[in-house]
């Protein structure tokens, strides 16, 4: 069955230093998505991309963020300047012909700053 | 209010017992409701995807959803340890790219 990946599984950065999470997302999908989850609270919206453009985003993306698809396959998440609150798993989604369809998640990154 | 509550549990019930998990939701322009499951360290992974009232079933899972009341809710039967995992309700409004709204989660521990 197709599936989304991440990776890494664990990433450990100093605060303050740039961090990149890569995706890929499965093939025929359409529409790209981040959520991050702080330990031992919701899972939360970020972003979700379509057709090389941000759809929609949320009041935690800030300027610090930006996501890309770099090539026909990936999809990255970047935090230019990471900070202490910025550690928790982040997971990448995927939907198909359009943003209603339901979202297939990858098992996440686990960003770690200190 | 919450946009969406979820009964953080734990809930422990033993292996055969029919599990009942529920939401409830604050804005009426939801249209989708989706149950995922969650094992430790993994991704959610999707149980459950209906955008209407009534319920749908999937083998030993069954949602309900009740859009007068608010209501979402993902019975399971014959409970078996491998269900023991966090739960989780999630919806959308249609068209507003794909922004999922999650419940905190329920985790369920299925004793053999």
């Known amino acids: 069955e197709p599936e989304v990946t991440q990776t890494p599984s664990h990433q450990v950065t100093q605060m303050g230093q740039e961090v990149i999470l890569r995706c890929v997302p499965i093939s025929n999908h359409l529409y790209f998505y981040w959520y991050r989850q702080i330990l031992g609270q919701k899972v939360e919206f970020l972003v979700s991309?379509?057709?090389?453009?941000?759809?929609?985003k949320s009041e935690i993306f800030d300027d610090q963020f930006s996501v890309e698809r770099p090539d026909g396959s990936n999809f990255t998440l970047k935090i230019r300047s990471t900070k202490l609150e910025d550690s928790a798993m982040y997971f990448c989604a995927s939907s198909g012909a359009d943003s209603n369809q339901p979202q297939h998640f990858g098992d996440g990154t686990r960003l770690s700053i200190l | 209010q919450k946009e969406v509550e979820q009964d953080p549990g734990p809930l422990s019930v033993p292996e055969g017992a029919i599990v009942s998990l529920n939401c409830t939701y604050s804005n009426s322009a939801f249209q989708y409701f989706m149950w995922y499951r969650q094992y430790s360290r993994k991704g959610p992974e999707l149980l459950m995807y209906t955008y209407s009232s009534g319920n749908k079933e999937d083998g030993r899972f069954t949602a309900q959803v009740d859009k007068s009341s608010k209501y979402i809710s993902l019975f399971i039967r014959d409970s078996q340890p491998s269900d023991s995992a966090t739960y989780l309700c999630a919806t959308c409004i249609y068209n507003q790219g794909g922004k999922l709204i999650f419940g905190q989660g329920t985790e369920l521990s299925v004793k053999p």
């Open positions: 991309f379509y057709n090389n453009e941000i759809s929609e």
